[in-house]
């Protein structure tokens, strides 16, 4: 079947402990991205990777880092955990970025204390 | 940077009236796409418009894209308790490398 998979999906964890939030696509898709739901601000986009090895900032990529050195996996990292980057995350793969569709998966609830 | 707006932020309606939520964009758009969020679940892709003027049906949800590629509209005729949700617009940001979505628009049917 095809799926993004994220793990965890529920996350509690303090401000300053390193996490990293998993994310794997098996379509194949060159382009994956993150993204944060906050209520009333929609979906914000943290980073975006074109290609293995080819990432770059989304509109709010301060407090995360990401790497892909796979095509199927994009994890998103978080050096030093603080209240404000609790959320909801999303985790995105389309096929190029010209394709568009984006193919979300189930999300991440991080609360960070 | 681009913005994307979209108004309502909340609609309520009775089972079987029509709804409507609208977006805007600060830029002109090269697409526009629209996603439906179920609540407690994640964004799926309905649709993208690419064409000015451009209209789309799908079943009872009708898709608009403005002469001016800038603006875009979602209408749904008589509402089912099935169609609640969050509806986000999206459009490619500078460069056609990033995704800027709106706002949202929190759909509740009465029934």
């Known amino acids: 079947e095809a799926q993004v998979t994220q793990n965890p999906r529920y996350l509690i964890t303090v401000t300053g402990k390193k996490l990293t939030v998993t994310c794997s696509q098996n379509?194949?898709?060159?382009?994956m991205s993150w993204y944060r739901q906050d209520p009333g601000l929609g979906l914000r986009q943290i980073y975006y990777?074109?290609?293995?090895?080819?990432?770059d900032k989304g509109d709010v990529p301060e407090g995360y880092k990401v790497s892909r050195k796979e095509k199927r996996n994009f994890p998103l990292i978080l050096e030093s955990p603080s209240p404000n980057q609790t959320s909801l995350y999303f985790c995105a793969s389309s096929l190029s970025r010209r394709s568009n569709e984006q193919f979300f998966g189930p999300g991440t609830r991080l609360t960070v204390l | 940077g681009q913005q994307v707006m979209q108004i309502p932020q909340y609609q309520h309606v009775q089972e079987g009236e029509d709804f409507t939520t609208y977006c805007n964009s600060s830029?002109?758009?090269?697409?526009i796409q629209w996603y439906k969020q179920r609540p407690g679940g994640h964004p799926v892709f309905l649709i993208q418009l690419v064409k000015s003027g451009e209209v789309k049906k799908q079943k009872r949800l009708t898709f608009q894209f403005g002469e001016a590629k800038k603006n875009s509209s979602l209408h749904i005729t008589a509402t089912q308790t099935t169609d609640v949700g969050t509806y986000f617009c999206a459009g490619p940001g500078e460069y056609g490398n990033k995704l800027v979505f709106g706002a949202g628009t929190i759909l509740r049917v009465k029934s």
């Open positions: 990777s074109m290609n293995v090895e080819v990432t």
């Open positions: 379509m194949n898709h060159e382009y």
């Open positions: 830029t002109t758009l090269s697409n």
